[in-house]
T-cell receptor, first 114, second 111 residues
Framework: NAGVTQTPKFQVLKTGQSMTLQCAQDMNHEYMSWYRQDPGMGLRLIHYSVGAGITDQGEVPNGYNVSRSTTEDFPLRLLSAAPSQTSVYFC?????????????FGAGSRLTVL | DAKTTQPTSMDCAEGRAANLPCNHSTISGNEYVYWYRQIHSQGPQYIIHGLKNNETNEMASLIITEDRKSSTLILPHATLRDTAVYYCIVRVAGAGNQFYFGTGTSLTVIP
């Protein structure tokens, strides 16, 4: 199993450009989510999905769109990039473990918006 | 979900036990305590979780007080590779994967 795979690892955008961060998992996990992490801060939840066709907003959803057409994939779209979206983005998926949920994270995607 | 409070930073000597505290005084009966850690800029890594009883795995031990209002993560023999930010999270079982991370405790293991 590859686990949770994020692409690209690094990306530089200009203000106003759009792009999609890809996230794929091969563990047949039901739940997937996106977080962002700014310097010196913890992770903040952007969007999450409890299954194919179902998505919902987290703490900081503005400026981002998601969709979940398959169990494996959960792409994060930046519609019109802004410098405030410069951050490291982490995708996570989860299973049930001993009656609780355990998150598996990807390696992260570092985005810089100029 | 119950809010957690952790110290901002801690030091520990290499080879000694690292004891990381977490307060969660508003925890309810069906909420689990989870611990994750994040080494440098990598994705967070699951360590351990528990509900009422103390738990141990190959990475760490989790001690939960009888009233469940606080817990301690114990790394029995800290190594330099344990230097990381440790997050304590309280979450209702089966409520999905909306984990909310705070700023955690930055643990530095000193040679």
């Amino acid at each position: 199993n590859a686990g949770v795979t994020q692409t690209p690892k690094f990306q530089v955008l200009k203000t106003g450009q759009s792009m999609t961060l890809q996230c794929a998992q091969d563990m047949n996990h039901e739940y997937m989510s996106w977080y962002r992490q700014d310097p010196g801060m913890g992770l903040r939840l952007i969007h999450y999905s409890v299954g194919a066709g179902i998505t919902d907003q987290g703490e900081v959803p503005n400026g981002y769109n998601v969709s979940r057409s398959t169990t494996e994939d959960f792409p994060l779209r930046l519609l019109s990039a802004a410098p405030s979206q410069t951050s490291v983005y982490f995708c996570a998926s989860s299973i049930r473990h001993s009656g609780a949920n355990v998150l598996t994270f990807g390696a992260g995607s570092r985005l810089t918006v100029l | 979900d119950a809010k957690t409070t952790q110290p901002t930073s801690m030091d520990c000597a290499e080879g000694r036990a690292a004891n990381l505290p977490c307060n969660h005084s508003t925890i309810s009966g069906n909420e689990y305590v989870y611990w994750y850690r994040q080494i440098h800029s990598q994705g967070p890594q699951y360590i351990i979780h528990g509900l009422k009883n103390n738990e141990t795995n190959e990475m760490a031990s989790l001690i939960i007080t009888e009233d469940r209002k606080s817990s301690t993560l114990i790394l029995p023999h800290a190594t330099l590779r344990d230097t990381a930010v440790y997050y304590c999270i309280v979450r209702v079982a089966g409520a999905g994967n909306q984990f909310y991370f705070g700023t955690g405790t930055s643990l530095t293991v000193i040679p």
